[in-house]
Protein backbone atom coordinates (compact mmCIF):
# COMPACT_ATOMS: atom_id res chain seq x y z
CA UNK A 1 0.00 0.00 0.00
CA UNK A 2 2.95 2.18 0.81
CA UNK A 3 4.49 1.77 -2.45
CA UNK A 4 1.10 2.42 -4.72
CA UNK A 5 0.79 5.84 -2.51
CA UNK A 6 3.97 6.59 -3.06
CA UNK A 7 4.09 6.27 -7.02
CA UNK A 8 0.42 8.57 -7.19
CA UNK A 9 2.61 11.32 -5.60
CA UNK A 10 1.86 10.75 -1.60
CA UNK A 11 4.98 10.83 0.40
CA UNK A 12 4.62 7.83 2.66
CA UNK A 13 6.77 6.05 5.57
CA UNK A 14 5.52 2.72 6.71
CA UNK A 15 5.98 1.94 10.39
CA UNK A 16 7.20 -1.53 11.15
CA UNK A 17 8.57 -3.72 13.87
CA UNK A 18 12.05 -4.78 13.93
CA UNK A 19 11.51 -8.15 13.31
CA UNK A 20 9.83 -7.49 9.89
CA UNK A 21 13.33 -5.30 9.14
CA UNK A 22 14.88 -8.01 6.49
CA UNK A 23 11.13 -8.81 4.55
CA UNK A 24 10.00 -5.15 4.55
CA UNK A 25 13.14 -4.13 3.16
CA UNK A 26 12.87 -7.01 0.50
CA UNK A 27 9.35 -6.37 -0.06
CA UNK A 28 10.58 -2.40 -0.99
CA UNK A 29 13.12 -3.82 -3.63
CA UNK A 30 10.94 -6.68 -4.97
CA UNK A 31 8.54 -3.98 -5.74
CA UNK A 32 10.91 -1.92 -7.27
CA UNK A 33 11.49 1.01 -4.61
CA UNK A 34 14.68 -0.01 -2.45
CA UNK A 35 14.52 3.29 -0.91
CA UNK A 36 10.83 3.17 0.43
CA UNK A 37 11.01 5.13 3.68
CA UNK A 38 10.54 3.00 6.68
CA UNK A 39 10.53 3.12 10.64
CA UNK A 40 11.07 0.65 12.71
CA UNK A 41 9.50 -0.01 15.97
CA UNK A 42 10.75 -2.38 18.69
CA UNK A 43 8.39 -6.03 18.71
CA UNK A 44 5.65 -6.48 19.82
CA UNK A 45 2.87 -3.90 18.92
CA UNK A 46 0.26 -6.13 20.03
CA UNK A 47 -0.65 -6.42 23.86
CA UNK A 48 1.25 -3.37 24.38
CA UNK A 49 -0.56 -0.60 26.55
CA UNK A 50 -0.96 2.90 25.28
CA UNK A 51 1.93 4.48 27.09
CA UNK A 52 4.19 1.90 26.05
CA UNK A 53 3.26 2.85 22.60
CA UNK A 54 4.03 6.54 23.52
CA UNK A 55 7.47 5.39 24.71
CA UNK A 56 8.28 3.59 21.70
CA UNK A 57 7.11 7.09 19.60
CA UNK A 58 9.59 8.54 21.90
CA UNK A 59 12.40 6.09 21.48
CA UNK A 60 14.65 5.03 18.44
CA UNK A 61 14.18 3.11 15.81
CA UNK A 62 14.88 -0.16 16.06
CA UNK A 63 16.59 -0.51 13.23
CA UNK A 64 18.53 2.68 12.37
CA UNK A 65 19.25 3.91 15.61
CA UNK A 66 18.16 7.15 15.43
CA UNK A 67 14.93 8.63 17.17
CA UNK A 68 12.29 7.26 15.57
CA UNK A 69 10.32 10.30 15.23
CA UNK A 70 13.04 12.23 13.21
CA UNK A 71 12.66 8.69 11.03
CA UNK A 72 8.98 9.33 10.47
CA UNK A 73 9.64 13.20 9.62
CA UNK A 74 12.71 13.14 7.74
CA UNK A 75 11.05 10.09 5.89
CA UNK A 76 8.49 13.04 4.47
CA UNK A 77 10.22 15.75 3.95
CA UNK A 78 14.03 15.27 3.38
CA UNK A 79 14.55 15.83 -0.39
CA UNK A 80 15.23 13.23 -2.76
CA UNK A 81 18.72 12.13 -3.93
CA UNK A 82 19.83 10.71 -7.28
CA UNK A 83 19.24 7.20 -5.78
CA UNK A 84 15.78 7.56 -4.52
CA UNK A 85 14.95 8.82 -8.12
CA UNK A 86 15.77 5.45 -10.01
CA UNK A 87 14.05 3.30 -8.42
CA UNK A 88 15.68 -0.09 -9.15
CA UNK A 89 14.77 -2.23 -12.57
CA UNK A 90 16.56 -5.24 -12.80
CA UNK A 91 15.78 -9.06 -14.33
CA UNK A 92 16.89 -11.75 -12.15
CA UNK A 93 17.23 -15.86 -14.10
CA UNK A 94 17.49 -18.76 -12.72
CA UNK A 95 19.32 -21.27 -14.85
CA UNK A 96 17.82 -24.84 -15.64
CA UNK A 97 21.18 -26.64 -14.93
CA UNK A 98 23.68 -25.89 -12.33
CA UNK A 99 27.42 -25.77 -12.64
CA UNK A 100 28.43 -29.35 -12.53
CA UNK A 101 30.12 -30.37 -9.04
CA UNK A 102 30.70 -33.68 -7.02
CA UNK A 103 27.31 -35.18 -5.03
CA UNK A 104 28.43 -34.00 -1.76
CA UNK A 105 29.51 -30.55 -3.06
CA UNK A 106 25.67 -30.21 -4.53
CA UNK A 107 23.90 -31.52 -1.33
CA UNK A 108 25.93 -28.67 0.74
CA UNK A 109 24.89 -26.41 -2.00
CA UNK A 110 21.21 -26.79 -1.48
CA UNK A 111 21.35 -27.06 1.99
CA UNK A 112 23.46 -23.69 2.10
CA UNK A 113 20.75 -22.16 -0.49
CA UNK A 114 17.74 -23.35 1.76
CA UNK A 115 16.43 -25.16 -1.48
CA UNK A 116 15.65 -28.38 1.27
CA UNK A 117 13.51 -29.05 4.07
CA UNK A 118 17.22 -29.44 6.14
CA UNK A 119 16.26 -33.43 5.57
CA UNK A 120 18.37 -35.20 2.83
CA UNK A 121 16.76 -34.87 -0.73
CA UNK A 122 17.53 -36.70 -4.30
CA UNK A 123 19.60 -34.70 -6.22
CA UNK A 124 17.67 -33.35 -9.68
CA UNK A 125 19.44 -35.30 -12.19
CA UNK A 126 18.81 -34.53 -15.78
CA UNK A 127 17.98 -38.61 -15.78
CA UNK A 128 15.45 -38.62 -12.86
CA UNK A 129 14.23 -35.47 -13.50
CA UNK A 130 13.46 -36.80 -17.10
CA UNK A 131 12.03 -40.12 -15.19
CA UNK A 132 9.66 -38.00 -13.63
CA UNK A 133 8.32 -36.21 -16.49
CA UNK A 134 7.11 -39.45 -17.81
CA UNK A 135 4.32 -39.24 -15.49
CA UNK A 136 2.62 -36.53 -17.30
CA UNK A 137 1.66 -35.83 -20.63
CA UNK A 138 2.00 -32.40 -20.48
CA UNK A 139 5.19 -30.80 -22.12
CA UNK A 140 7.96 -30.04 -19.95
CA UNK A 141 7.96 -26.26 -20.68
CA UNK A 142 4.06 -26.07 -19.86
CA UNK A 143 3.53 -22.99 -17.57
CA UNK A 144 2.02 -24.57 -14.60
CA UNK A 145 1.15 -21.55 -12.54
CA UNK A 146 2.46 -18.65 -9.88
CA UNK A 147 3.07 -18.84 -6.36
CA UNK A 148 4.10 -16.58 -3.76
CA UNK A 149 4.32 -17.10 0.26
CA UNK A 150 2.12 -13.67 1.16
CA UNK A 151 -0.58 -11.38 -0.40
CA UNK A 152 2.03 -8.43 -0.38
CA UNK A 153 5.09 -10.53 -1.94
CA UNK A 154 5.75 -11.00 -5.95
CA UNK A 155 4.60 -14.01 -7.81
CA UNK A 156 7.33 -15.93 -9.08
CA UNK A 157 6.56 -18.45 -12.28
CA UNK A 158 7.24 -21.81 -12.76
CA UNK A 159 6.70 -24.67 -15.88
CA UNK A 160 6.15 -28.35 -15.37
CA UNK A 161 10.00 -29.17 -15.63
CA UNK A 162 10.34 -27.36 -12.22
CA UNK A 163 7.81 -28.76 -10.48
CA UNK A 164 9.16 -32.41 -11.78
CA UNK A 165 12.52 -31.30 -10.19
CA UNK A 166 11.16 -30.40 -6.99
CA UNK A 167 8.97 -33.56 -6.92
CA UNK A 168 12.48 -35.81 -7.80
CA UNK A 169 14.23 -33.79 -4.63
CA UNK A 170 11.19 -35.50 -2.66
CA UNK A 171 11.78 -38.99 -3.40
CA UNK A 172 8.45 -38.91 -5.20
CA UNK A 173 7.70 -41.13 -8.42
CA UNK A 174 6.67 -40.85 -11.70
CA UNK A 175 3.05 -41.88 -10.96
CA UNK A 176 2.59 -39.72 -8.06
CA UNK A 177 3.28 -36.38 -10.53
CA UNK A 178 0.03 -35.55 -11.59
CA UNK A 179 -0.99 -35.04 -7.82
CA UNK A 180 2.50 -33.19 -7.55
CA UNK A 181 1.13 -30.92 -10.49
CA UNK A 182 -2.17 -30.46 -9.51
CA UNK A 183 -1.34 -29.63 -5.94
CA UNK A 184 1.60 -26.88 -7.81
CA UNK A 185 -1.33 -25.43 -9.82
CA UNK A 186 -3.43 -24.33 -6.94
CA UNK A 187 -2.06 -21.25 -6.54
CA UNK A 188 -1.76 -22.20 -2.71
CA UNK A 189 1.57 -21.87 -1.16
CA UNK A 190 2.24 -24.98 1.30
CA UNK A 191 4.88 -22.05 2.99
CA UNK A 192 2.98 -19.10 3.60
CA UNK A 193 5.27 -16.70 5.44
CA UNK A 194 2.53 -15.54 7.69
CA UNK A 195 3.75 -14.98 11.78
CA UNK A 196 1.10 -17.59 12.16
CA UNK A 197 3.27 -20.64 11.10
CA UNK A 198 0.85 -22.56 8.58
CA UNK A 199 1.01 -25.22 6.96
CA UNK A 200 -1.62 -27.53 4.12
CA UNK A 201 -2.74 -30.67 4.83
CA UNK A 202 -3.78 -32.18 1.41
CA UNK A 203 -6.86 -34.79 0.85
CA UNK A 204 -6.35 -37.38 -2.42
CA UNK A 205 -9.79 -38.52 -3.57
CA UNK A 206 -10.81 -40.95 -6.35
CA UNK A 207 -8.93 -43.96 -8.52
CA UNK A 208 -5.97 -42.39 -8.25
CA UNK A 209 -5.38 -43.33 -4.42
CA UNK A 210 -5.30 -46.92 -5.44
CA UNK A 211 -3.28 -46.46 -8.68
CA UNK A 212 -0.45 -44.89 -7.45
CA UNK A 213 -0.36 -46.65 -3.56
CA UNK A 214 -1.75 -44.89 -1.45
CA UNK A 215 -2.58 -46.12 2.25
CA UNK A 216 -5.48 -44.61 3.78
CA UNK A 217 -5.53 -47.41 6.77
CA UNK A 218 -3.48 -48.25 9.46
CA UNK A 219 -1.07 -44.70 10.42
CA UNK A 220 -2.34 -42.70 7.37
CA UNK A 221 -1.13 -39.91 8.60
CA UNK A 222 2.56 -41.47 9.91
CA UNK A 223 5.59 -41.86 7.95
CA UNK A 224 4.40 -45.63 6.51
CA UNK A 225 3.26 -45.18 2.82
CA UNK A 226 6.00 -44.02 0.61
CA UNK A 227 3.32 -41.72 -1.59
CA UNK A 228 1.62 -40.45 0.90
CA UNK A 229 5.12 -39.27 2.41
CA UNK A 230 6.87 -38.05 -0.66
CA UNK A 231 3.62 -36.33 -2.34
CA UNK A 232 3.33 -34.30 0.87
CA UNK A 233 6.81 -33.50 0.94
CA UNK A 234 7.13 -32.57 -2.81
CA UNK A 235 4.00 -29.77 -2.24
CA UNK A 236 6.63 -28.11 0.53
CA UNK A 237 9.76 -28.15 -1.60
CA UNK A 238 8.06 -27.00 -4.69
CA UNK A 239 6.33 -24.38 -2.90
CA UNK A 240 9.43 -22.80 -1.43
CA UNK A 241 11.34 -23.36 -4.09
CA UNK A 242 9.40 -22.07 -7.06
CA UNK A 243 7.80 -19.05 -4.68
CA UNK A 244 11.09 -18.10 -4.61
CA UNK A 245 12.27 -18.95 -0.75
CA UNK A 246 10.87 -19.67 3.08
CA UNK A 247 13.67 -18.36 4.40
CA UNK A 248 13.57 -17.24 8.42
CA UNK A 249 13.23 -13.52 8.56
CA UNK A 250 13.44 -13.12 5.13
CA UNK A 251 10.35 -14.65 3.36
CA UNK A 252 9.29 -16.84 6.45
CA UNK A 253 7.54 -15.25 9.62
CA UNK A 254 6.45 -18.40 11.28
CA UNK A 255 7.12 -17.82 14.93
CA UNK A 256 6.83 -21.21 16.27
CA UNK A 257 7.00 -22.95 12.72
CA UNK A 258 4.60 -25.79 12.16
CA UNK A 259 6.00 -29.84 11.83
CA UNK A 260 3.14 -30.23 9.09
CA UNK A 261 5.37 -28.34 6.95
CA UNK A 262 7.62 -31.51 6.15
CA UNK A 263 4.85 -33.42 4.53
CA UNK A 264 1.22 -33.75 5.37
CA UNK A 265 -1.04 -35.42 2.71
CA UNK A 266 -3.43 -38.30 2.98
CA UNK A 267 -5.98 -40.33 0.84
CA UNK A 268 -9.91 -40.59 1.88
CA UNK A 269 -10.61 -44.24 2.90
CA UNK A 270 -14.01 -43.97 0.47
CA UNK A 271 -14.42 -47.55 0.58
CA UNK A 272 -14.51 -47.54 4.12
CA UNK A 273 -16.65 -44.79 4.61
CA UNK A 274 -20.06 -45.37 5.56
CA UNK A 275 -20.52 -41.25 3.80
CA UNK A 276 -19.89 -40.06 0.30
CA UNK A 277 -16.23 -39.44 -0.29
CA UNK A 278 -15.03 -35.52 0.04
CA UNK A 279 -14.19 -34.77 -3.46
CA UNK A 280 -18.04 -35.93 -4.74
CA UNK A 281 -19.65 -33.62 -2.10
CA UNK A 282 -17.71 -30.58 -4.16
CA UNK A 283 -19.31 -31.63 -7.55
CA UNK A 284 -16.97 -34.28 -8.57
CA UNK A 285 -17.84 -37.83 -9.58
CA UNK A 286 -16.57 -40.61 -7.75
CA UNK A 287 -14.66 -41.64 -10.79
CA UNK A 288 -12.55 -38.42 -11.05
CA UNK A 289 -8.94 -38.21 -9.29
CA UNK A 290 -8.80 -34.90 -7.17
CA UNK A 291 -6.53 -33.37 -4.53
CA UNK A 292 -7.81 -30.86 -1.89
CA UNK A 293 -6.26 -28.67 -0.04
CA UNK A 294 -6.78 -27.78 3.80
CA UNK A 295 -4.83 -24.69 4.61
CA UNK A 296 -4.02 -24.27 8.28
CA UNK A 297 -2.37 -26.80 10.09
CA UNK A 298 -1.92 -25.15 13.84
CA UNK A 299 -3.96 -27.50 16.58
CA UNK A 300 -5.02 -31.07 16.55
CA UNK A 301 -6.89 -32.47 19.00
CA UNK A 302 -8.09 -35.63 19.29
CA UNK A 303 -10.40 -38.36 20.91
CA UNK A 304 -12.30 -41.09 20.73
CA UNK A 305 -15.97 -42.38 20.03
CA UNK A 306 -19.06 -41.52 19.66
CA UNK A 307 -19.31 -42.76 23.75
CA UNK A 308 -21.66 -41.62 25.72
CA UNK A 309 -20.70 -38.35 27.11
CA UNK A 310 -19.64 -37.48 23.38
CA UNK A 311 -21.42 -34.78 23.34
CA UNK A 312 -19.68 -32.83 25.96
CA UNK A 313 -16.31 -34.20 24.37
CA UNK A 314 -16.91 -32.80 20.81
CA UNK A 315 -18.37 -29.52 22.41
CA UNK A 316 -15.13 -29.24 24.82
CA UNK A 317 -12.81 -30.00 21.99
CA UNK A 318 -14.73 -27.60 19.38
CA UNK A 319 -14.30 -25.00 21.69
CA UNK A 320 -10.78 -25.47 22.84
CA UNK A 321 -9.45 -24.83 19.33
CA UNK A 322 -8.31 -21.37 17.80
CA UNK A 323 -12.03 -20.29 16.51
CA UNK A 324 -9.95 -18.13 13.86
CA UNK A 325 -9.41 -21.26 11.88
CA UNK A 326 -12.11 -24.05 11.70
CA UNK A 327 -12.24 -27.48 11.98
CA UNK A 328 -11.39 -30.17 9.74
CA UNK A 329 -12.09 -33.50 11.49
CA UNK A 330 -10.48 -36.81 9.99
CA UNK A 331 -12.29 -39.61 11.64
CA UNK A 332 -11.39 -43.39 11.82
CA UNK A 333 -14.01 -45.43 9.79
CA UNK A 334 -15.09 -46.92 12.70
CA UNK A 335 -15.90 -43.58 14.55
CA UNK A 336 -17.83 -42.34 11.48
CA UNK A 337 -19.75 -45.65 11.44
CA UNK A 338 -20.82 -45.51 14.87
CA UNK A 339 -21.79 -41.64 14.24
CA UNK A 340 -24.29 -43.19 11.11
CA UNK A 341 -25.67 -45.42 13.37
CA UNK A 342 -26.32 -42.55 15.65
CA UNK A 343 -28.87 -41.07 12.45
CA UNK A 344 -25.66 -38.58 11.81
CA UNK A 345 -24.85 -37.91 7.95
CA UNK A 346 -21.82 -36.13 7.62
CA UNK A 347 -23.96 -32.93 6.95
CA UNK A 348 -25.86 -33.18 9.71
CA UNK A 349 -22.55 -34.10 11.96
CA UNK A 350 -21.31 -30.75 10.49
CA UNK A 351 -24.56 -28.96 11.49
CA UNK A 352 -24.70 -30.53 14.91
CA UNK A 353 -20.80 -29.15 15.53
CA UNK A 354 -21.84 -25.28 14.30
CA UNK A 355 -24.82 -25.27 16.74
CA UNK A 356 -23.28 -26.64 19.41
CA UNK A 357 -19.83 -24.88 19.66
CA UNK A 358 -20.36 -21.76 21.72
CA UNK A 359 -18.45 -18.87 23.43
CA UNK A 360 -19.55 -16.17 25.26
CA UNK A 361 -19.36 -12.89 22.53
CA UNK A 362 -16.13 -11.39 25.25
CA UNK A 363 -14.01 -14.57 24.38
CA UNK A 364 -15.19 -15.07 20.65
CA UNK A 365 -13.96 -11.08 20.08
CA UNK A 366 -10.69 -11.29 22.49
CA UNK A 367 -8.96 -14.11 20.44
CA UNK A 368 -6.33 -12.03 18.37
CA UNK A 369 -7.27 -13.27 14.64
CA UNK A 370 -10.68 -12.48 15.15
CA UNK A 371 -10.12 -9.16 16.35
CA UNK A 372 -7.57 -8.18 13.37
CA UNK A 373 -9.06 -9.78 10.30
CA UNK A 374 -12.99 -10.58 11.52
CA UNK A 375 -13.61 -7.48 13.78
CA UNK A 376 -13.09 -4.98 10.56
CA UNK A 377 -15.51 -7.18 8.73
CA UNK A 378 -18.03 -7.41 11.39
CA UNK A 379 -17.53 -3.54 11.55
CA UNK A 380 -18.31 -3.23 7.54
CA UNK A 381 -21.63 -5.17 8.37
CA UNK A 382 -20.54 -8.65 7.46
CA UNK A 383 -22.78 -11.27 8.55
CA UNK A 384 -22.40 -13.43 10.70
CA UNK A 385 -19.48 -11.09 12.32
CA UNK A 386 -21.95 -8.08 12.57
CA UNK A 387 -24.23 -9.75 14.54
CA UNK A 388 -21.62 -11.59 16.70
CA UNK A 389 -20.48 -7.74 17.70
CA UNK A 390 -23.86 -6.76 18.71
CA UNK A 391 -23.73 -9.38 20.91
CA UNK A 392 -23.28 -8.87 24.86
CA UNK A 393 -20.30 -9.74 26.53
CA UNK A 394 -21.93 -13.01 28.10
CA UNK A 395 -24.11 -13.93 25.36
CA UNK A 396 -23.05 -17.04 23.51
CA UNK A 397 -22.13 -16.85 19.87
CA UNK A 398 -21.01 -19.71 17.86
CA UNK A 399 -17.95 -20.13 16.64
CA UNK A 400 -18.21 -21.79 13.24
CA UNK A 401 -20.55 -21.72 10.05
CA UNK A 402 -21.50 -25.10 8.83
CA UNK A 403 -19.29 -24.09 5.70
CA UNK A 404 -16.65 -23.70 7.07
CA UNK A 405 -16.70 -27.32 9.00
CA UNK A 406 -15.17 -30.20 7.51
CA UNK A 407 -14.72 -34.06 7.56
CA UNK A 408 -12.70 -36.82 5.75
CA UNK A 409 -12.84 -40.65 6.58
CA UNK A 410 -9.52 -42.31 6.86
CA UNK A 411 -8.06 -44.86 9.05
CA UNK A 412 -6.34 -48.43 10.26
CA UNK A 413 -9.95 -49.42 12.00
CA UNK A 414 -8.01 -50.36 15.04
CA UNK A 415 -9.78 -47.95 17.34
CA UNK A 416 -12.90 -45.40 17.01
CA UNK A 417 -10.07 -42.58 16.85
CA UNK A 418 -10.46 -39.20 14.99
CA UNK A 419 -8.43 -36.10 14.86
CA UNK A 420 -9.78 -32.58 14.71
CA UNK A 421 -6.65 -29.88 12.62
CA UNK A 422 -7.43 -26.51 12.30
CA UNK A 423 -7.68 -26.29 8.68
CA UNK A 424 -9.38 -23.68 6.20
CA UNK A 425 -10.56 -25.39 3.28
CA UNK A 426 -9.78 -23.24 0.16
CA UNK A 427 -6.88 -21.71 1.81
CA UNK A 428 -7.98 -18.39 1.63
CA UNK A 429 -9.76 -16.73 4.27
CA UNK A 430 -9.15 -13.03 5.62
CA UNK A 431 -5.50 -12.87 5.78
CA UNK A 432 -4.51 -15.63 3.89
CA UNK A 433 -2.47 -15.51 0.69
CA UNK A 434 -4.71 -15.08 -2.60
CA UNK A 435 -4.02 -16.63 -5.62
CA UNK A 436 -2.67 -14.55 -9.43
CA UNK A 437 -6.51 -14.07 -10.03
CA UNK A 438 -6.75 -12.16 -6.55
CA UNK A 439 -9.42 -14.64 -5.58
CA UNK A 440 -9.54 -17.77 -3.16
CA UNK A 441 -7.43 -20.87 -3.89
CA UNK A 442 -9.70 -23.83 -5.72
CA UNK A 443 -10.09 -26.09 -2.71
CA UNK A 444 -10.36 -28.88 -4.79
CA UNK A 445 -8.09 -29.92 -7.75
CA UNK A 446 -8.45 -32.09 -10.97
CA UNK A 447 -5.73 -34.90 -10.77
CA UNK A 448 -7.02 -35.94 -13.96
CA UNK A 449 -6.21 -32.64 -15.68
CA UNK A 450 -2.70 -33.28 -14.95
CA UNK A 451 -1.80 -37.01 -16.12
CA UNK B 1 38.23 -37.83 -6.84
CA UNK B 2 34.67 -38.07 -6.94
CA UNK B 3 32.56 -37.41 -9.67
CA UNK B 4 31.25 -34.36 -11.02
CA UNK B 5 27.44 -34.46 -12.10
CA UNK B 6 24.82 -32.20 -13.59
CA UNK B 7 21.77 -31.25 -12.05
CA UNK B 8 18.75 -28.76 -11.98
CA UNK B 9 18.42 -25.43 -10.36
CA UNK B 10 14.84 -26.01 -8.47
CA UNK B 11 13.94 -22.53 -8.32
CA UNK B 12 10.91 -20.85 -9.87
CA UNK B 13 11.15 -18.06 -12.26
CA UNK B 14 11.16 -14.64 -10.77
CA UNK B 15 9.64 -11.33 -12.55
CA UNK B 16 11.28 -8.68 -13.83
CA UNK B 17 11.79 -5.30 -11.27
CA UNK B 18 10.38 -2.41 -12.87
CA UNK B 19 11.73 0.08 -10.67
CA UNK B 20 9.40 2.76 -9.15
CA UNK B 21 10.25 6.42 -8.17
CA UNK B 22 9.35 7.97 -4.67
CA UNK B 23 6.95 10.80 -4.49
CA UNK B 24 8.62 14.15 -4.25
CA UNK B 25 9.21 14.67 -0.61
CA UNK B 26 7.26 17.81 1.39
CA UNK B 27 9.09 20.93 2.12
CA UNK B 28 7.55 21.38 5.40
CA UNK B 29 5.03 19.74 6.93
CA UNK B 30 3.51 22.79 8.66
CA UNK B 31 -0.01 23.30 7.18
CA UNK B 32 -0.27 19.90 5.74
CA UNK B 33 -2.61 17.20 5.80
CA UNK B 34 -0.95 13.82 7.38
CA UNK B 35 -3.07 10.55 7.47
CA UNK B 36 -2.16 8.28 9.67
CA UNK B 37 -3.22 5.06 8.54
CA UNK B 38 -4.46 2.22 10.21
CA UNK B 39 -3.69 -1.23 8.62
CA UNK B 40 -5.70 -2.69 11.31
CA UNK B 41 -2.95 -4.97 12.99
CA UNK B 42 -4.03 -5.67 16.38
CA UNK B 43 -3.33 -2.80 18.39
CA UNK B 44 -1.96 -0.67 15.19
CA UNK B 45 -5.28 2.08 16.10
CA UNK B 46 -3.70 2.16 19.38
CA UNK B 47 -0.57 3.18 18.33
CA UNK B 48 -1.95 5.69 15.91
CA UNK B 49 -3.67 7.11 18.46
CA UNK B 50 -0.46 7.70 19.89
CA UNK B 51 0.73 9.10 17.23
CA UNK B 52 -2.19 11.94 16.59
CA UNK B 53 -0.99 12.58 19.92
CA UNK B 54 1.99 13.27 19.60
CA UNK B 55 1.89 15.12 16.56
CA UNK B 56 -1.11 17.35 18.55
CA UNK B 57 1.42 18.24 21.22
CA UNK B 58 4.81 18.94 19.39
CA UNK B 59 3.38 20.16 15.82
CA UNK B 60 0.61 21.42 16.14
CA UNK B 61 0.48 22.93 12.75
CA UNK B 62 0.24 19.47 11.06
CA UNK B 63 -3.58 18.21 10.67
CA UNK B 64 -3.70 14.13 11.11
CA UNK B 65 -6.28 12.11 10.50
CA UNK B 66 -6.82 8.25 10.94
CA UNK B 67 -8.33 6.29 8.75
CA UNK B 68 -8.62 2.69 8.58
CA UNK B 69 -8.52 -0.35 5.95
CA UNK B 70 -11.07 -1.99 4.90
CA UNK B 71 -9.29 -4.97 6.19
CA UNK B 72 -6.46 -6.22 7.70
CA UNK B 73 -3.53 -6.69 5.26
CA UNK B 74 -5.51 -6.35 2.23
CA UNK B 75 -5.10 -3.13 -0.47
CA UNK B 76 -7.87 -0.68 -0.41
CA UNK B 77 -8.20 1.69 -3.26
CA UNK B 78 -11.29 3.83 -1.92
CA UNK B 79 -8.66 4.28 1.15
CA UNK B 80 -6.07 5.09 -0.79
CA UNK B 81 -7.98 7.32 -3.30
CA UNK B 82 -9.02 9.63 -0.11
CA UNK B 83 -5.51 10.02 0.96
CA UNK B 84 -4.72 10.68 -2.80
CA UNK B 85 -7.39 13.64 -3.40
CA UNK B 86 -7.41 15.02 0.63
CA UNK B 87 -4.42 14.38 1.76
CA UNK B 88 -0.51 15.53 1.78
CA UNK B 89 1.29 12.72 2.77
CA UNK B 90 0.75 9.30 4.80
CA UNK B 91 1.89 6.89 7.35
CA UNK B 92 1.42 3.55 7.35
CA UNK B 93 1.17 1.08 10.27
CA UNK B 94 1.52 -1.18 12.42
CA UNK B 95 2.55 -4.14 9.34
CA UNK B 96 3.26 -4.62 5.66
Given at each position: ?A???E?R??P?V?????V??????A?????????AR?????Q?????S??EL?N?????D?VSG????????E????P???ED?????FE????R???P?TE??????????RW??ML??V?P????VE???K?T??A?????G?L?????????E???EK?????VM??A?P????VI?AM??S?????S?????FAT?S??NG?IR?E???D???G???P???A?????R??????QN?QG??VP??????T??????Y?A??P?AE?RS???P?????GF?PT??TVSI??????????QG??????????RT????????P?F??MD??A????????F?K?A??D?C???A????R??WDNQ???TL?????????????SK????P??????F?PE??NII????????????F?G?Y?????????T?T???A???????A?R | M??R?V?HD?R?Y?????G?????R???L???V?Y??D??FD??D????????WF?E?L????T???E?R?????D?E?R?????D?D?A??G???
Amino acid sequence: MAISLEERGVPTVAVHTNVFARLAKATALAAGMPRARQAFLPQPVVGVSPGELRNYIHGNDKVSGRPFVQEVIEGLTRPLDEEDLKGATFERSTPRLLEPDTEENLHELFIRNRWTDMLPVVLPTQERVERMLKGTSHAADKIVGKLRPTAFREFWEFDVEKVAVNAVMAGARPEYFPVILAMAASGQTARSSSTNSFATISIVNGPIRNEIGMDSGIGVMGPYNHANATIGRAYGLLSQNLQGGSVPGESYMGTLGNWYAYTACLPEAEERSPWEPFHVQHGFKPTDSTVSIFFGGWYTHAGQGPRETWQSLLIRTLVATDHYLPPFLVMDPVAARDFEKLGFSKQALIDWCAQNAKLPARDYWDNQWIQTLMHPLAVAGVEPYASKLKATPEELVTLFQPEDINIIVAGGETQGFWKIFGGRYGGRGPGAPATTTGKAAPATLSVDAWR
Amino acid sequence: MSQRIVVHDPRGYPPKVTGKRLAPRLTSLDGKVVYLVDCQFDNSDAFMEQMRQWFAEHLPNVETRIIETRESWVDDPEMRAKVEADGDAAILGVGL
